[in-house]
């Protein structure tokens, strides 16, 4: 069996073609353009890199893009005194600061400086606990992402064993959150989880979110499962050139799996797409006007 490829880059595509739509709309009907800041706090190349991207995708569906980047030395109070300008400032929609942050940089404390109904990333304490109580919230951008994808190719979740690798507040909880809102029967693995691939053998659907290149075998996955790789890993080739792979061994995976996200062009494109649609959701609840249905969970 070779499995079917859950191209991210075309979900991405028909999002923020609809992203786009709802921008026009926004500035035609009530004269708003939706506003996103994203703040780099030191120089991390990686990270570098997304921050471009999202700025570039957040200037093409006709969105105002406000990049602030800050020295790898900056304290905590300069950085909390930029949020707070950025949660007065009403051309501001949405306000992402790019993680991990340097050691001496609290990161709750930084995200929970964040407006809530600013937090496009849904990291916000009460964002997090809106979602885990079934409330609306803005909800996280790379599980949001999965989910998507997941619904697009599957359907109905219901009764669906989802087993989710990673428990980081960014992606591997809230995911497991929303998987069990679409009424699946959910398990989460982490790094004290025994006997892995034993547990992986039962899911209908993996989501694996573990930071380690090629992690999840082949093997252990059941015939026909759907696999969403979310892991971004920077392999060195041996002749000096890099490759970006997940966390899922791809090669292996495809030939036992019913469908498969790849690495590049598989969760990393939705998340960029996801950040932009909680922009003008958060714009839209922001001038109490209608959230655009479609954009919706
Ligand atoms: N495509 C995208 O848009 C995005 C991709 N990513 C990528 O996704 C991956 C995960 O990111 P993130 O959640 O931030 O990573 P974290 O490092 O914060 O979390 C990793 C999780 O994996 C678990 N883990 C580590 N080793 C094992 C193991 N041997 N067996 C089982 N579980 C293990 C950890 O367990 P424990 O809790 O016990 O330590 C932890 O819960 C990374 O590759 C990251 O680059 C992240 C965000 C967005
Ligand atoms: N506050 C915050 N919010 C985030 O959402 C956030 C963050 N911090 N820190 C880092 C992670 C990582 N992340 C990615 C987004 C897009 C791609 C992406 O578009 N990847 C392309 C490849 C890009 C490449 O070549 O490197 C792809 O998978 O096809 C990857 C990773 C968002 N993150
Ligand atoms: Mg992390």
């Given at each position: 069996?070779?499995?079917?490829?859950?191209?991210?880059?075309?979900?991405?595509?028909?999002?923020?073609?609809?992203?786009?739509?709802?921008?026009?709309?926004?500035?035609?009907?009530?004269?708003?353009i939706?506003?996103?800041?994203?703040?780099l706090?030191?120089?991390?190349?990686a990270?570098?890199?997304?921050?471009?991207?999202?700025?570039?995708?957040?200037?093409?569906?006709g969105?105002?893009?406000?990049?602030?980047?800050?020295?790898?030395?900056?304290?905590?109070?300069?950085?909390?005194?930029?949020?707070?300008?950025?949660?007065?400032?009403?051309?501001?929609?949405?306000?992402?600061?790019?993680?991990p942050?340097?050691?001496?940089?609290?990161?709750?404390?930084?995200?929970?400086?964040?407006?809530?109904?600013?937090?496009?990333?849904?990291?916000?304490?009460?964002?997090?606990?809106?979602?885990?109580?079934?409330?609306?919230?803005?909800?996280?951008?790379?599980?949001?992402?999965?989910?998507?994808?997941?619904?697009?190719?599957?359907?109905?979740?219901?009764?669906?064993?989802?087993?989710?690798?990673?428990?980081?507040?960014?992606?591997?909880?809230?995911?497991a959150?929303?998987?069990?809102?679409?009424?699946?029967?959910?398990?989460?693995?982490?790094?004290?989880t025994?006997?892995?691939?034993?547990?992986?053998?039962?899911?209908?659907?993996?989501?694996?979110?573990?930071?380690?290149?090629?992690?999840?075998?082949?093997?252990?996955?059941?015939?026909?499962?759907?696999?969403?790789?979310?892991?971004i890993?920077?392999?060195?080739?041996?002749?000096?050139?890099?490759?970006?792979?997940?966390?899922?061994?791809?090669?292996?995976?495809?030939?036992?799996?019913?469908?498969?996200?790849?690495?590049?062009?598989?969760?990393?494109?939705?998340?960029?797409?996801?950040?932009?649609?909680?922009?003008?959701?958060?714009?839209?609840?922001?001038?109490?006007?209608?959230?655009?249905?479609?954009?919706?969970?």
């Amino acid at each position: 069996m070779t499995a079917r490829i859950i191209d991210g880059k075309a979900f991405a595509a028909v999002l923020l073609e609809n992203v786009a739509e709802h921008v026009t709309q926004l500035k035609q009907a009530h004269g708003l353009i939706p506003g996103l800041a994203v703040v780099l706090v030191g120089e991390d190349p990686a990270s570098e890199i997304y921050v471009r991207s999202k700025a570039k995708k957040t200037v093409e569906v006709g969105m105002h893009s406000y990049e602030y980047k800050l020295p790898a030395d900056t304290v905590e109070a300069e950085l909390l005194a930029l949020i707070e300008q950025l949660n007065l400032d009403p051309s501001v929609h949405g306000i992402l600061v790019q993680l991990p942050l340097p050691e001496h940089l609290d990161e709750a404390l930084v995200t929970n400086a964040i407006d809530p109904s600013r937090d496009v990333d849904g990291f916000h304490v009460s964002n997090a606990g809106l979602l885990a109580t079934g409330q609306p919230a803005m909800v996280p951008c790379t599980p949001l992402g999965c989910l998507m994808m997941l619904r697009g190719y599957c359907g109905n979740l219901a009764g669906l064993h989802a087993v989710v690798i990673g428990r980081s507040n960014i992606v591997g909880k809230p995911m497991a959150q929303l998987l069990l809102k679409e009424n699946c029967t959910v398990t989460v693995a982490h790094s004290h989880t025994r006997n892995l691939p034993d547990i992986v053998v039962a899911a209908d659907i993996v989501v694996a979110a573990v930071g380690r290149p090629l992690f999840v075998k082949g093997q252990w996955l059941k015939t026909g499962a759907t696999v969403i790789d979310v892991g971004i890993n920077r392999i060195d080739q041996g002749d000096g050139t890099m490759r970006l792979v997940g966390d899922v061994d791809y090669g292996a995976a495809k030939d036992i799996a019913g469908a498969i996200t790849p690495v590049p062009g598989g969760v990393g494109p939705m998340t960029i797409a996801c950040l932009l649609a909680n922009t003008v959701t958060a714009c839209c609840r922001a001038h109490s006007l209608p959230e655009p249905a479609r954009l919706k969970v």
